[in-house]
Structures are given as C-alpha cells and as structure tokens.
C-alpha cells in the first residue's frame, strides 16, 4: 500500500526561481536530482513562456528523472549511471568554470553542489519547490504498524524517512522498531539509508541501484533469505 508521508508543494513566492529562469541562457548546464525539481522548474517555464536555450544541457540523476525531463521539456544528455551525488557529478561532462543551475526542494542536501563545485564548477542552488509532511499518509502508517499489518516499510527519501519517524506515535514507533517480528526497512539508496538510521531506524536493506528495480530487487533478496 501507499503511504504518502510528504507532500511536494509550490513555493509560496517564484522570485528568486524567476529570475534564475529568466537568465537560463547564462547557464552551462541545468542539473535535475528529482522528477519533482523537473516538474517544478518545467511548470514554472510555461507560466512565464520560457523556452530553453539551445547551448544550455541538461543532467538527471537517475532514469525517473530522465523520464520527467523526456516529458516535460527534452531528453537529457547526460543521465548519470550511479545514482547519487557523486554519480551525477562525476557524470557531467562539464569544464571547470562552467555554470550550474541546481533547482532544489527546499529540503534539499548540499552534498550534490559539493561535488561539482569540487569540480571547479560555480554552481547556483535554487529551490524550486517545498517538501511538507503528509499529515493523512503518516495517520494511515501508523495505523498499519499498531495493526502488525505490514511485513517491511520502503523509504524512498531521506525526507520521507524524517518526516514519518517525527509523526509517528510512541506505539506505531515500538511497531517499527528492530526485532524478529518487525515489518523491514528497506532504503531507496545509501543517503536515504543514512537518513533513516540517524532518526533511529534499523535498516535491513538497501537498494542498488538506486532505483525502482533496485527497490524490488532488495526486497525480493530480504523475504528470499527468510530473516
């Protein structure tokens, strides 16, 4: 079943994410860690009429993201094969010098502009959308974890990981927590991962690759082992 424990919104005021648009043709590069920064900046450009320029090239961290972009505005360049900042940076053909855009969720890490400014890039951060907790989607986990109802818990961001943990009553909490009848966590990837146990989470699997696949290939490899 799906939870949805966040819940992507628009930014309460476009100025900052305006002005970046309005100077895409600066811009060596545009780099898409999400399908929602794709949806996000794609509906922002069609508010404001805003063409993408020819010369500026376009990067996605993983093939969801690739998707949004084929959809919502072009095909990628460069869609990077490792599935996470240091596969994306290390993906991008770029020179040092060269100019970033890096539209952002508001929640958003800094390790992927690390990496490239560790390129010698110069990189611009932007957020270009609010990730808030699903109030609704947390009540019904809980619910499914007091009942004993689930056999393991897919988190798919680091956020989600943050946001359910921080809803989650003290029984649901016991429900979740590590022990032979517990339901497993599984992570999308290793920051995701990281995330869950700095909130006190045991994580009994992690996806690789870093994708939808990888997700079910992990759980297929958890239940076969019989733990």
Do not use: K
Not at 1 to 19: E, F, K, N
Not at 66 to 83: K, N, S
Not at 88 to 112: D, I, T
Not at 163 to 173: E, K, S
């Amino acid at each position: 079943m799906l939870c949805p424990v966040i819940a992507i919104i628009a930014l309460p005021t476009c100025g900052i994410l305006d002005a970046a648009l309005a100077n895409l043709a600066s811009y060596d590069w545009i780099v898409f860690a999400s399908a929602n920064a794709v949806a996000a900046v794609a509906g922002r450009m069609a508010v404001l009429h805003q063409a993408l320029p020819s010369r500026t090239q376009l990067a996605a961290i993983g093939p969801a993201t690739a998707a949004e972009l084929r959809q919502r505005l072009c095909d990628a360049d460069i869609v990077a094969g490792e599935h996470r900042a240091a596969g994306l940076a290390q993906s991008l053909a770029a020179e040092p010098g060269a100019r970033v855009l890096l539209p952002a969720g508001n929640l958003a890490g800094p390790e992927l502009a690390n990496e490239l400014r560790g390129r010698g890039l110069l990189v611009d951060v932007v957020t270009a959308y609010h990730t808030v907790p699903d109030h609704d989607g947390i009540a019904m986990l809980a619910a499914e974890l007091r009942g004993d109802a689930l056999d393991a818990v897919v988190f798919t961001s680091g956020s989600t990981a943050r946001f359910a943990v921080a809803g989650l009553g003290p029984a649901a909490m016991m429900a979740l927590g590590n022990g032979p009848d517990r339901p497993a966590v599984v992570c999308i990837g290793p920051a995701t991962a990281a995330a869950a146990r700095e909130c006190g989470l045991a994580v009994h699997a992690v996806a690789d690759p870093s994708t939808t696949e990888g997700v079910m290939d992990a759980l297929r490899r958890w239940f076969a082992a019989g733990t």
